[in-house]
């Protein structure tokens, strides 16, 4: 199969076809649909695929971009509870993982002697690794001193402190490679 | 028409592919963001957001005129004894045009008994084709409700402070082109 070179594709127009900057050339996705229960405020990783560190994108250079968009389903058990997500990332294998404070972002919920509610939190970044290579993600959780624990993607309308996910919510982390020219 | 088929198209200097489609994202971008925490407690009171949330300096230059813009907000956002409301108005302006508000506004309500207890607010709007390939700003502002509409950006403790940005939350404004 033949392979063409040019530094530019244009319609008849003149508008150009092609990668620019800022362009999503792929898109990964991990998501986690069990419930998962966590007492205490230390802090400690996402169940599964959202901590174990294994969600990772390829990127195809160092130069491009990486946009991360996450939604958490934080269920809520008598009464409340508030949470704060950290965001990680490691360069390689091998790399260190280091907090991407860009991406942080916390919930709560709070309706007296209630269980079974359940708020859909969501976020939104984009950062430039410098890296060409697998970028590994993971999520940790922190609690409130005086709130309740950790109730992912529990949820139910018959106010009950229940491991069921009656509504089949998901827990997503989704990852995009941006293009850059330089 | 000529039609040219090949598995391929790539650029001579680094071998990177090229190509185009409708519908596809042309740029993601992060137009402006905001990292400390910020109190106001001018109530029912309309004001911009701090830093380039509101200040109308954060925008972005559509390659294509016929382009559309998908807008997103991601707002940290606090609570303190006992409640809160507030309200988010959204606006762009092309170039040194007027500034116009459009549906993307948001709101939150939080109800508490503690200080530092906070949401993380995202929001989204699909702008139409705007017709321009000049700069595109946007700002948010606010306003709160009467009697519980201070104003706690990016404040947030696991402690109860009522002070203080704990987890480093960062609020911010993004938007992406969409190819048509």
Redesign the interface.
């Given at each position: 199969?033949?392979?063409?070179?040019?530094?530019n594709?244009s319609d008849l127009s003149g508008?150009?076809?092609?990668?620019?900057?800022?362009?999503?050339i792929q898109v990964r996705n991990y998501m986690y649909t069990d419930t998962h229960f966590r007492n205490g405020?230390s802090e400690e990783r996402m169940p599964n695929i959202l901590g174990n560190g294994l969600a990772v994108i390829t990127t195809?250079?160092n130069k491009n971009h990486i946009?991360l968009e996450t939604t958490i389903q934080s269920g809520q058990v008598n009464t409340?509870t508030?949470m704060?997500y950290?965001f990680y990332y490691k360069l390689g294998e091998g790399g260190s993982w280091t907090?991407w404070?860009?991406a942080?972002?916390?919930?709560?919920q709070?309706i007296s002697g209630v269980s079974g509610g359940m708020?859909s939190?969501?976020?939104?970044?984009?950062f430039d690794p410098n890296y060409q290579g697998n970028i590994y993600f993971r999520i940790t959780f922190?609690?409130?001193?005086?709130?309740d624990g950790l109730h992912i993607n529990k949820c139910n309308s018959d106010n009950e402190d229940a491991a069921r996910n009656e509504f089949s919510v998901a827990s997503t982390m989704t990852l995009?490679e941006?293009w850059q020219d330089s | 028409m000529s039609t040219?088929n090949?598995?391929?198209?790539?650029?001579?200097?680094d071998?990177?592919?090229?190509?185009?489609k409708s519908g596809?994202?042309?740029?993601?971008?992060?137009i402006a963001?905001y990292t400390t925490a910020y109190d106001n407690t001018s109530q029912n009171s309309l004001f911009d957001l701090p830093g380039d949330l509101g200040d109308g300096t954060a925008g972005i230059t559509p390659?294509?005129s016929n382009s559309r813009l998908l807008f997103?907000a991601?707002l940290?956002l606090?609570?303190e004894t006992t409640w809160r409301a507030n309200f988010f108005r959204t606006y762009y302006k092309i170039g040194s045009g007027s500034w116009v508000q459009f549906n993307g506004g948001f709101s939150s309500v939080?109800?508490?008994n503690?200080n530092g207890?906070?949401?993380?607010i995202?929001s989204t709007f699909y702008l139409g084709s705007l017709n321009t390939t000049s700069t595109v700003y946007f700002k948010i502002s606010q306003i709160g409700h009467q009697s519980g509409g201070y104003l706690h950006l990016n404040q947030?403790s696991?402690?109860?402070s009522g002070s203080g940005n704990?987890?480093?939350?960062?609020s911010?404004m993004?938007v992406?082109?969409v190819s048509q």
């Open positions: 199969m033949a392979t063409l070179k040019t530094n594709i508008n150009q076809y092609g990668f620019r900057n800022g362009t999503i405020n195809h250079s946009m409340w508030h704060l950290r907090q404070t860009d942080n972002m916390n919930t709560y709070w708020r939190t969501s976020n939104m970044a984009i922190s609690g409130n001193n005086n709130g995009s941006i | 040219l090949t598995e391929k198209i790539v650029r001579p200097a071998d990177r592919v090229l190509f185009r596809a994202i042309l740029q993601a971008k992060r963001y390659y294509f997103t991601v940290q606090a609570n939080m109800w508490s503690r207890v906070a949401r993380t995202k947030n696991t402690s109860g704990q987890g480093s939350c960062l911010a993004y992406q082109e």
